[in-house]
């Protein structure tokens, strides 16, 4: 059994997947875990859907595809990236691409399976089960507690996710086309996808699931005042 510490260490985004199923009663011991996330006020902003139908999913994915086919960049609820790269985090950001295309043998100017491996994620890179997180529209109207809020739910799905040997890929990518998602979900109109977290069973013979980008020194990034 890890410890907390070696859970937080050991996780790491997959983008290879085994095609088996994530069982229910285990997404709901992962989302029952991860329902005790604190949350300003306990609102507990976050509306999961759990989505492991094969069709549902293949429609989600193909509704995304159409529109990037389209020269479609953007069809969003929520900006995820900055607008305005600055650095340090413009130089993270292409260390962290340039490190898993250097890992995949992919060219820096091959522009094409660039966006085969970014379209990968609306195959969900092999993996049965997506779990999409939306927040009710008020909850962010002049407000971004309940982003916090959701944000730290993420990471106690993909923690508490391991505990089943199920990998994760969190996804900002589909935070891009939050509304196409919701469209072809027809949700409630109040709601506003955030982001997509992927859980399944790790392709342990994949390189790409080899890729672990490493983190800068505390010393650029805490500051300690004793
Ligand atoms: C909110 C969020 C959105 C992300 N979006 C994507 C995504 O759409 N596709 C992807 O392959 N990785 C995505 N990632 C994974 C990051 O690239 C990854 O967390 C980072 O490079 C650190 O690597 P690690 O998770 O393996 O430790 C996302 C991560 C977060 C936290």
């Known amino acids: 059994m890890p410890s907390v510490i070696e859970a937080i260490q050991n996780r790491s985004s997959k983008r290879a997947y085994l095609d088996k199923p994530v ?10 875990a991860a329902a005790q996330t604190p949350s300003g006020a306990n609102m507990q902003p976050w509306i999961t859907y759990a989505i492991s139908n094969k069709e549902v999913l293949k429609d989600i994915g193909d509704a995304i595809i159409e529109k990037m086919d389209a020269g479609i960049k953007y069809d969003q609820f929520i900006q995820y990236y900055p607008v305005n790269w600055v650095n ?17 043998e992919v060219d820096r100017k091959d522009n094409e399976t660039r966006i085969q491996m970014w379209k990968d994620n609306f195959r969900w890179f092999g993996a049965q089960t997506v779990l999409f997180v939306f927040t009710e529209k008020e909850n962010i109207n002049g407000a971004q507690g309940a982003l916090i809020d959701t944000g730290a739910y993420m ?29 072809v979900l027809n949700t409630p109109e109040n709601l506003v996808l955030l982001y997509s977290v992927v859980l399944g069973y790790e392709d342990k013979e994949a390189k790409i699931n080899s890729y672990q980008p490493k983190r800068v020194a505390l010393s650029e990034n805490v500051t300690f005042i004793d």
């Open 155 to 183: 990471q106690s799905i993909m923690l508490a996710a391991q505990e089943f040997d199920i990998a994760s890929c969190p996804q900002g990518s589909t935070t891009e086309f939050g509304r196409v998602i919701a469209n």
């Open 23 to 32: 069982p229910k009663e285990t997404l709901e011991k992962i989302l029952t």
């Open 88 to 104: 340090p985090y413009k130089k993270r950001r292409i260390i962290t691409g340039a490190g898993l295309y250097k890992l995949m």
